[in-house]
Structure formats: structure tokens, C-alpha cells
């Protein structure tokens, strides 16, 4: 695989898939925590820590379509002494999404990892990485159509963004190795997914788990 150079702002802009330190806060917001962005949704704060819409909207007390402001604080993870069944074990070295070239994905202007993107042909299938749980499956960010979101064990979740068809919706259980996407044509005719693994919310390199 070649690994080559590519920078651009990820997936989501500014949250819920951006780590907290890199936005302009005015102060810190407890462990569990989170401040909402302009743009941020319920849906996809949620898909960003792991959590079902319907979780966060209970411990926020707020509709599932609640309108959300800019600056509001909303608690992403379940009080003390709460551990639902669905956040026990970790994930362990998953697979490939797809194979491919690939590139590595960071911060514009910076070298944080975000993610890789991988080049295919159009219609190749995209795999889940490793066992989880549909949790989003939402309209995608800057060049791709859709995002999809899949929650492991832990606090890990992993995302795929894609041109091409979904297979999968929320709340369906997927298995490593399973299609859950298609990858669509970008401006060049090639066949892309841009993958990223989130732990409590923040980007890690994915090449650190993935085998090669």
C-alpha cells in the first residue's frame, strides 16, 4: 500500500467528529460533556461519541429533533455508575474497509492524523472493520454523499464516508467484513471511502490499528 499526503478538514468540519481542543472554546467542559458547535445536530453528536440519538435526548431532557444552540453544554456519556451492556468489551485490531491505495487525511494546515482515504473503483464494496452497530447514517460532508457510523465496543466508534449506496441503516447490526456501503465515483472517476476511527470522541490514527 502506498501511503501518500492529503490535506483536508475530515469529514465534519468544525464537530462532532473534531476533537474539543481544537475548537475556539472559551473554557473546558467536564469529562462527559460536550459543547455544541454552529451546525452541530443531535445526530451527529450523538454518531461522534457512540451513543443512540435516543440516549442523548433522555439525559439531556430534549426531543430527538431538538434544534440545538451554539455554546449549549450537553452530557454525551451516562452518569456515574451507569454502564449499558452495548458500551462493555473493546475493539481489537479490525480489517481493512476496503483495499487500496492510500492516503492519509489531516488537520488543514497541520499534521494531526484524521483518517486515510482509500482508492478503489466505483461500486467496490466497503466493509465493516470490525463487529458493531449502525448508530448514523446521515448526508455525508464536502465531496461525499453519505456517512455512515458504526459503533464497536468501548467508547470506539468507526466511520465511513461514501459517493455511492448505503446498505445498511440505523440500528442494524453488521458483522467484520460485511458490506455496508459502495464506494461512488469522485471528480477523477475513481472509487474512494474516507475512513476514520473515533475513541471518546477524538480521532486516532487508523493506520495504528489497522493491519496491513
Same mark, same amino acid.
Given at each position: 500500500?502506498?501511503?501518500?499526503?492529503?490535506?483536508?478538514g475530515g469529514?465534519?468540519?468544525?464537530?462532532?467528529?473534531?476533537?474539543q481542543?481544537?475548537s475556539s472554546?472559551?473554557?473546558?467542559?467536564?469529562?462527559g460533556?460536550y459543547?455544541v458547535?454552529?451546525g452541530?445536530?443531535?445526530?451527529?453528536?450523538?454518531?461522534?461519541?457512540?451513543?443512540?440519538?435516543?440516549?442523548?435526548?433522555?439525559?439531556?431532557?430534549l426531543p430527538?429533533t431538538?434544534?440545538?444552540?451554539?455554546?449549549?453544554?450537553l452530557?454525551v456519556?451516562?452518569?456515574?455508575g451507569?454502564n449499558?451492556?452495548?458500551?462493555?468489551? &473493546?475493539?481489537?485490531?479490525p480489517?481493512?474497509?476496503?483495499? +487500496? *491505495?492510500v492516503?492519509r487525511?489531516?488537520? %488543514?494546515? =497541520?499534521?494531526?492524523?484524521?483518517g486515510?482515504v482509500?482508492?478503489?473503483?466505483?461500486?467496490?464494496a466497503?466493509?465493516?472493520?470490525?463487529?458493531?452497530?449502525?448508530?448514523?447514517v446521515?448526508t455525508g460532508?464536502?465531496q461525499?454523499?453519505?456517512l455512515?457510523?458504526?459503533?464497536?465496543g468501548?467508547d470506539?466508534?468507526?466511520?465511513y464516508?461514501?459517493?455511492?449506496d448505503? &446498505?445498511v441503516?440505523?440500528g442494524?447490526?453488521?458483522?467484520? +467484513? *460485511?458490506?455496508?456501503?459502495q464506494?461512488? %465515483?469522485? =471528480?477523477?472517476g475513481?472509487?474512494?471511502?474516507?475512513f476514520?476511527?473515533r475513541?471518546?470522541?477524538?480521532?486516532?490514527?487508523?493506520?495504528?490499528?489497522?493491519?496491513?
Open positions: 500500500m502506498f501511503l501518500g499526503g492529503c490535506a483536508t469529514w465534519m468540519g468544525q464537530s462532532p467528529f473534531e476533537s481542543s481544537q472554546q472559551p473554557a473546558r467542559v467536564p469529562a460533556f459543547r458547535n454552529p452541530d445536530t443531535l445526530p451527529g453528536i450523538a454518531a461522534a461519541f457512540g451513543q443512540r440519538v435516543d440516549d442523548l435526548a433522555a439525559w439531556n431532557n430527538r431538538a434544534m440545538l444552540t451554539p455554546g449549549q453544554i452530557r456519556a451516562p452518569q456515574p451507569v449499558p451492556a452495548s458500551n462493555e468489551g &473493546l475493539v481489537v485490531r480489517a481493512w474497509p476496503a483495499y +487500496g *491505495q492516503t487525511v489531516t488537520d %488543514a494546515g =497541520s499534521n494531526n492524523v484524521k486515510i482509500i482508492l478503489g473503483r466505483p461500486e467496490e466497503v466493509k465493516a472493520s470490525a463487529d458493531g452497530s449502525v448508530i448514523y446521515g460532508v464536502d461525499y454523499k453519505s455512515v457510523v458504526v459503533k464497536h468501548g470506539v466508534v468507526t466511520g464516508a461514501v459517493n455511492g448505503v &446498505l441503516k440505523e442494524d447490526t453488521v458483522k467484520k +467484513g *460485511q458490506p455496508i456501503a464506494m461512488g %465515483a469522485d =471528480s477523477s475513481r472509487g474512494t471511502v474516507e476514520e476511527i475513541r471518546a470522541g477524538k480521532p486516532v490514527d487508523p493506520l495504528a490499528y489497522l493491519p496491513r
